[in-house]
């Protein structure tokens, strides 16, 4: 393969972008990263009081990453959707850890019936690439993709033992000129003295190979961590840690009673890190280029076509393409190799890819664009702005249900609707459970592959009341929930459901399952 031509040194200044850098990326990574760290949705006034960019290039921004799925506007909102989780899976894809270790982190929260995670090393910092969280009334909050100082953790000590001179340089810096970790959303703001005695922690945890977090990031908030470490380096891939609070376990409880499940848990993740066989690359995106020439042609100046081709480039990334030459970045999404160039000089200078010779891979940080608003959604969250759409284009009311399981006669829930302004509608509220026979949705759930692809109620519930369903899949093609639309009989035949609403319906069905493909790749996505 033709080698890629180098890039800027990383260690150009924040403030410094390199000449051949692409402006309009850089701000519209400005703008996804404060709406991550303001939780999934700002308003344009508020975005341009973040990222100090003029209104106008607000908005331009936006409108091109709502071209894209990545924002949706609402009122004066923009507000993260569940597609641009897309950007952070070609990394966990990329990186295999998840793929590999996450179903051991699971069965070891279940065992032990705490929070398990699993953190990768990001500059001076750690970000969580998995959360098996017990979901109690007092829960740890974290989600992946969120950043932590290292001083604050159990895993901090683990990686910063293996930290070069540079490195810890580095984190004194960050440490003076941030004393209260106001770049670190994801924590409490630290306290005089939060994180001193760092260096002295990870000489211990050098030497005992385990380290402890005894409430430094916040009261109350223990956990024990241990490396993962890579077969073919020694060095660790990622830490595992168990984390509670301290009216479950102190620090020197998590220490005797804990660690030992813990240390087993990861001799089976390191075995299964020396055993995996090599993944099989999948397919690239296929078409991107096209697409964004055409999306400039259609909107004009108000389509940022830069900002959309160089996030096209990491989408290239995935599972079997963790390390891709400039010729590899290129031929995956169609750019020519400039484009593609600029683009990877832009996030390198960004913190977001890394060079070693000739490749170029993910950074963590690559998790900062969206990710961890999104990682604790619901299918109820992610669907409600779908069925919302769906009812003003009908002016019908429409709803999602689930199972309930362990009903017999089977029952099924309503966990979201949509009401329409209507004098006679359906009033149903979430949370509403009903016999599925005798519904659309229910039947849909009980029967998702008849033949027809649909259910039909007709005035079995109540006279009057027409309902027209589909099931809405999962990534394995398991029926996890139902969509329908309502109507009065009066308003529209069996023939009409059939031939009106119907395609409607299946477009919307398909739109929420293609959102909740994307937001459970490495997450899970409970019904509500």
């Known amino acids: 393969m033709t080698a890629a031509a180098p890039l800027p040194s990383s260690s150009t200044a924040p403030h410094e972008p390199p000449a051949e850098a692409v402006a309009p990326l850089i701000r519209g990574v400005a703008v996804l990263e404060a709406l991550t760290e303001a939780g999934g949705t700002l308003s344009a006034s508020a975005l341009e009081r973040r990222t100090g960019l003029a209104r106008s290039t607000v908005d331009r921004i936006t409108a091109t990453l709502a071209r894209m799925g990545y924002v949706r506007p609402a009122g004066r909102d923009a507000v993260l959707t569940p597609r641009v989780m897309e950007l952070g899976n070609a990394y966990l894809a990329a990186l295999r850890l998840p793929a590999l ?159 030992p499940h813990l240390r087993r848990a990861v001799t089976a993740m390191e075995t299964e890190l ?129 199972l309930v399981p362990g009903t017999d006669p089977p029952e099924i829930q309503y966990i979201a609707v949509a009401t329409a302004s209507r004098v006679l509608t359906v009033d149903i509220t979430v949370g509403t459970r009903l016999p599925a026979a005798r519904t659309a949705l229910g039947r849909a759930l009980l029967a998702p592959d008849e033949p027809r692809g649909y259910a039909l109620a007709d005035e079995e519930l109540e006279s009057g009341l027409r309902s027209i369903a589909v099931p809405v899949r999962d990534r394995t093609g398991r029926p996890v929930a139902a969509l329908n639309v309502a109507t009065h009989a009066a308003r529209r035949t069996l023939e009409e459901c059939v031939t009106e609403l119907l395609p409607e319906l299946r477009a919307t069905a398909t739109h929420i399952q293609t959102d909740l493909h994307t937001a459970s790749r490495f997450t899970r996505v409970p019904p509500s």
């Not at 260096?199 to 916040?218: F, K, N, P, S, T």
């Open 101 to 259: 270790l996450d179903p051991y982190a699971d069965a070891l929260a279940d065992e032990l019936d705490e929070s398990v995670s699993l953190a990768v090393a990001d500059r001076d910092g750690i970000r969580f690439i998995h959360q098996a969280t017990r979901r109690r009334a007092m829960s740890v909050s974290f989600r992946i993709g969120d950043l932590l100082p290292a001083e604050r953790t159990a895993p901090g000590p683990l990686f910063a033992a293996d930290w070069t001179e540079t490195e810890w340089s580095a984190w004194r810096a960050r440490r003076a000129a941030d004393p209260t970790d106001a770049g670190f959303p994801a924590v409490p703001p630290r306290g005089p003295g939060g994180g001193d005695g760092f260096e002295a922690r990870a000489d211990r945890a050098r030497r005992d190979g385990w380290a402890l977090d005894d409430q430094l990031i916040e009261p109350g908030l223990v956990a024990v961590s241990v490396p993962v470490r890579d077969p073919a380096t020694g060095r660790a891939a990622c830490v595992a840690s168990v984390v509670s609070h301290t009216s479950r376990h102190t620090a020197a409880d998590l220490r005797a009673t804990l660690l």
């Open 274 to 402: 020396r055993e995996a066989p090599p993944p099989q690359p999948g397919p690239p995106p296929s078409g991107l280029a096209g697409w964004t020439t055409a999306s400039k042609h259609e909107l004009g100046r108000d389509f940022v076509e830069s900002l959309a081709r160089g996030l096209t480039v990491l989408t290239a990334f995935g599972e079997g393409r963790s390390a891709l030459t400039l010729t590899d970045v290129a031929k995956a999404t169609g750019l020519a190799r400039a484009t593609a160039r600029r683009a990877l000089i832009t996030y390198e200078h960004l913190g977001l890819v890394t060079a070693a010779g000739r490749t170029f891979a993910l950074t963590p940080r690559v998790l900062s664009l969206g990710y961890p608003p999104l990682s604790r959604t619901t299918l109820a969250r992610l669907a409600t702005p779908r069925l919302r759409a769906l009812t003003d284009r009908l002016h019908e009311p429409t709803a999602l249900a689930v």
